[in-house]
């Protein structure tokens, strides 16, 4: 059994003074879930680590509000501010925090290495560690995915680096059905503990075929796991929670995103693969989002809540499995939901979303899920048919806005 | 001795060389750095140009072999190919391979087994030939056709014909069935259904096995892979890939093609422009060679040298065997394509048969000692359908076991607690 949370220290406390372009990030935390015969650490966002067996509590989680400079929590010990990086850094960091700690993780991807990733995620790794640790392939991605699978269950733990996750559309063969269903067709006999990563989502005119959000094509594989990282926290502690997975792990990361900067702890920390993260409580609405449609929202929120509106916001962060505890909790609070999403409206992750809310909390809901994606087309390259594809903040002001007015008279920013 | 091996002329349907005596066991294997001596043996030669390449790299045929041993019959033993001990090995591996096909046959018409079977009758030379040359250590990939590959790696009959019958006693635990053979314990990295998807895992194989020795350092980190697949997967870009990663990496891998000339309906030369597999190596700047997969001496000392050379880190060899499938493509085939006269003519290149009379002739063995093997190998599969007859069926907890290697990716649920931790999780009702 993978021990699948590490803290160092007893009692390092997780830092309660991070910035992030001025709006403040908050933490979800859960409670050490195991019963099993490792005993794991659990890092909590006030900063005590809780350790040994399952307790079925949660302690009330710190208010704040969006754009406003926070007070710290009742961290029981200050710690050190931490340091401030960019999102590409901070995946860079847990890997080779990873590769650091373990000699079996390697990187496998086209121009990984020398060159350092196409977006620097791996920048100097291949300088540190070799060629044959950070390896360069042909581009064959189907090939050296399934390389990866083999090496996986014989003994490695490879990382594999989509260098657009479009692409990873060429090693589909090898993600459905060897790196989703092995472990069970071989009967439990290998294990393929691999991570396959990458930038995917909607750039800057970009084009149709370097603008797909794929996440929505591998929902339906069995076997594997699917997160999606934000911001430069919760992309460390994905990374480095992926890569001590023992399950098949995709990690989607957005193209606009690596430039993104925030101050994230020195202490080593690492983040649970199916929950989601509160981002902002509220009373009214839940919003459920994740990528970079995280900022969109919360840019949203500011009109919103000048506005007067009280919207919860959770960065789903698990796109399979959801964590359908915390969406949960948020849907029998609010009663309405709205899904903010950048993959495709039809078969995207908020249909998805939307149907397991409905089949978990139906009766629990005072209005229909609104799901704002972008539409079913391709992304063309002009600016302006790009900036009609996708979901804008306004159409975000709007369907919340909407909730509260009467049939007649809501604009149908979605559906 | 130089090299007997010489380029050979194109292949015409129908045209196979029959069983040629294989000359010089001794002789030096085509990778090596000797030059390629060409003779001319008749006038239909491929032009040498074809060959002359970098000297390491060459494509060669070892199965026409012209010069021919003297004639008389008495060889001395430093001739022979195999000792006593082996060829019985080899004799007995192929036995077992016919006879658990052939009751794969049975069972399956008698409504023990379902779904699509593919046996391996006919092509036991190319399993047997490879696969006892192995370690436990060393890995095998195989395709749907893979019962026998799994049998000669050492996976107890018992469990593959378990798993057959879709009983939980199978080496896959009746999750993978007849296209899926998988054992941790002796190295068989499956069993796949789409053709070619296997290729890039052996390839992966071989990589854990040169990572192990160059950034884990452990210095005695030589296991090889072993990838088989057909001649339909030769035109299938995963084979092409793979070939040039494990060429330029260098990798440990050995990629075997039992060319049987059909992919189900389609006839090799209908679908593939240049129907020599085996010169598609050099193209990749690995050895290509062609052998003869009806005979097992042929195919093992050609595997010998194959899998040395990658043992050695020389990296890797591409070898064409050529054989032939006796029933079709699989049992839901009714094989009405293929010529009579083609499946006749390889009926009497049996493998099985060619081994018994080269050992008879060596005086290596005697009928008796055939027979009694013939007959354990009989009591091992009634032993093993006895023993999938009286196997459980997978109960209703399997249901939900081996989907995650950490059942924490069945996530949370509503109410707080992860799916894997509710009782029913075990007794396989859950709602995941």
Redesign the interface.
Known sequence: MAEVFQAIGAATALSSTNVFNSKRVLFSYRRSVSERKTSVCTLRSDGSLFSGLSSRGRKAEPLTAVATKTESSTASVASKPGHELLLYEALREGLEEEMEKDPTVCVIGEDVGHYGGSYKVTKGLAKKYGDLRVLDTPIAENSFTGMAIGAAMTGLRPIIEGMNMGFLLLAFNQISNNCGMLHYTSGGQFTIPAVIRGPGGVGRQLGPEHSQCLESYFLAIPGIQMVACSTPYNAKGLMKAAIRSENPVILFEHVLLYNLKERIPDEEYVLNLEEAEMVRPGKQVTILTYSRMRHSVLLAAKTLVNKGYDPEIIDIRSLKPFDLYTIGNSVKKTRRVLIVEECMQTGGIGASLAAAIYKNFFYELDDAIVCLSSKDVPTGYAGSLEEWTLVQEADIVTAVEDFFKPKELRRNSGS | MASAFYTINTIQPGHRTANKTFNNPNSPFLGSSRKLRLVPFSNTIQSAASVRRQSTIVAVSSSDVVKKKKTNSSFSHSDLLITREEGLELFEDMVLGRGFEDMCAQMYYRGKMFGFVHLYNGQEAVSTGFIKLLTKED?V?STYRDHVHALSKGVPARQVMSELFGKTT???????GSM?M???EFNV??????IG?G??????????????R???KEADSDHVTLAFFGDGTCNN??FF??L??AA??KLPIVFVVENNLWAIGMSHLRATSDPEIWKKGPAFGMPGVHVDGMDVLKVREVAKEAIGRARRGEGPTLIECETYRFRGHSLADPDELRDPVEKSHYATRDPITALKKYMFEHNLAKEDEFKAIEKKIEEMMEDAVEFADASPLPPRPQLL??????P?????????R??C?DPKFTQGTAHV
Not at chain 2, 189 to 194: E, I, K, N, R, S
Not at chain 2, 199 to 212: C, L, N, Q
Not at chain 2, 408 to 416: A, E, H, M, N
């Open positions: 890995s990939v199978g080496c896959c635990r009746g999750q993978g899926h998988f054992s941790k990295l499956g069993g796949f259904a789409f998807e290729i890039p895992v052996a390839t992966g194989a071989a990589f854990t096995s040169k990572y192990r160059e950034v884990l870009g995963q890939e793979c040039n990663m330029l990496w076991e081996n989907v995650f290697a950490d924490k990716g069945f996530g949370i649920g509503p109410d707080g992860y799916r931790e």
